[in-house]
Nanobody, 113 residues
Framework: QVQLVESGGGLVQPGGSLRLSCAASGSIPSFYVMGWYRQTPGKQLALIATLSSGTTSYAESVKGRFTISRDNAKNTVNLQMNSLKFEDTAVYYC????????WGQGTQVTVSS
């Protein structure tokens, strides 16, 4: 079973940047979906970015500010987050449709002044 481990979360001021990484324990073919979701207390899990076969998609709330990418050599998927806002505060989860669907444990991102 493939395992996903997120890293890179933390505390950042509004307007700042963070880069999240999701390391897979094995190689995941590029045609499988890799994605990032986020969840805030009391709200549903929200899909924010996906990447599959080189095609990306973004939620409207992050379009133009967030970029998803992957490094096949390192088996990682990254989420570059720029121009962060208070409302980006959430736990961020990495997901893959490979191996029946796998989730990481999540990493906290807090945007606060």
């Amino acid at each position: 079973q493939v395992q996903l481990v997120e890293s890179g979360g933390g505390l950042v001021q509004p307007g700042g940047s963070l880069r999240l990484s999701c390391a897979a324990s094995g190689s995941i073919p590029s045609f499988y979906v890799m994605g990032w979701y986020r969840q805030t207390p009391g709200k549903q899990l929200a899909l924010i970015a996906t990447l599959s076969s080189g095609t990306t998609s973004y939620a409207e709330s992050v379009k133009g500010r967030f970029t998803i990418s992957r490094d096949n050599a390192k088996n990682t998927v990254n989420l570059q987050m720029n121009s962060l806002k208070f409302e980006d505060t959430a736990v961020y989860y990495c997901y893959t449709s490979f191996d029946g669907g796998r989730w990481g444990q999540g990493t906290q991102v807090t945007v606060s002044s």
